[in-house]
């Protein structure tokens, strides 16, 4: 109805008021028979004849489409961060990025090229086995030598050498 209310405008009213129609039952039988006559004048053909709509997607794709998108960085330790949370990914990914959907029903879902990937909330981000901290050094002021290396010679003195001499 509302796509015939761009050609209607108001002439449904005034049809209805000049057949005398008051009641909602009333007007109803009076579109049963106007409105095929209706249709018939204003109708138009289609450019193409053929069905041009694609299928309804299934219900699990819907819930893929009808989602809040969200790319996130993958460390190298497979965890990601999301509104505050950790993730931990199960899956081997050599990725960069992965998506983060937000579905319409509350779940969650991290996917990597279409792919569904297994993960689960950590509480902090996990510590490498085998790293040793380092202390940091006391950092003392370097004080040269009284005769540092680059200032003495590394040639003879000039009277000292065997040709300079003569002998």
């Known amino acids: 109805m509302e796509r015939l209310f761009k050609t209607f405008q108001d002439r449904l009213s005034k049809e209805l008021r000049l057949a005398g129609i008051a009641t909602l039952e009333d007007a109803n039988r009076f579109l049963e028979h106007d409105l095929p006559v209706y249709n018939r004048r204003f109708a138009v053909a289609p450019a193409q004849p053929a069905n041009l709509h694609r299928p309804k997607p299934l219900v699990r794709d819907l819930d893929r489409c009808l989602c809040i998108k969200t790319l996130r960085c993958l460390r190298k330790d497979l965890t990601i961060a999301h509104e505050g949370q ?3 990914i199960h899956d081997p990914v050599r990725a960069t990025h992965v998506h983060v959907e937000e579905q319409i029903a509350g779940t969650l879902r991290l996917t990597h090229p279409g792919r569904a990937l297994s993960f689960h909330v950590i509480a902090a981000r996990p510590v490498p086995v085998g790293t040793v901290k380092t202390l940091p050094r006391s950092h003392r002021p370097v004080t040269p030598r009284p005769t540092p290396p680059w ?16 002998t």
Request: charged share 20%.
């Open 151 to 166: 200032r003495t010679r590394w040639l003879p003195e000039r009277g000292s050498h065997p040709v300079a001499t003569g």
């Open 86 to 88: 950790l993730y931990q």
